[in-house]
């Protein structure tokens, strides 16, 4: 996969956890988005399944069906969720300068 591919796929991992509307301490986000409703009701399915996040089709279109794209999105998606966003973005951007 391509470094643009993984840091696309580690974007929306973020996005769909941000789209939870919570911050990690657990303070409300202001989300304005069109699609606040629905993106936050795939957030929120997302923590038990991430691909469910790539469902949204009329902005992912068929990117569920790439395998290594999901490979990746779900090593990011977990990474944030365990490390943190600062953590992983420091750690990504760390591997994206090698």
Known sequence: MTVFAAGAAFVIAAWAIYNLGKDEQ????????AMKSILNEKAQAAKKNPVVFLELTSI??????SDVFVETYLAA???IKT???EKSVLEINSINKN
């Open 26 to 33: 657990g303070n409300e986000l202001t989300i304005t988005d």
């Open 60 to 65: 992912f279109a068929s990117l569920k069906e």
């Open 83 to 85: 490390d943190g966003i």
């Open 77 to 79: 998606y977990n990474k």
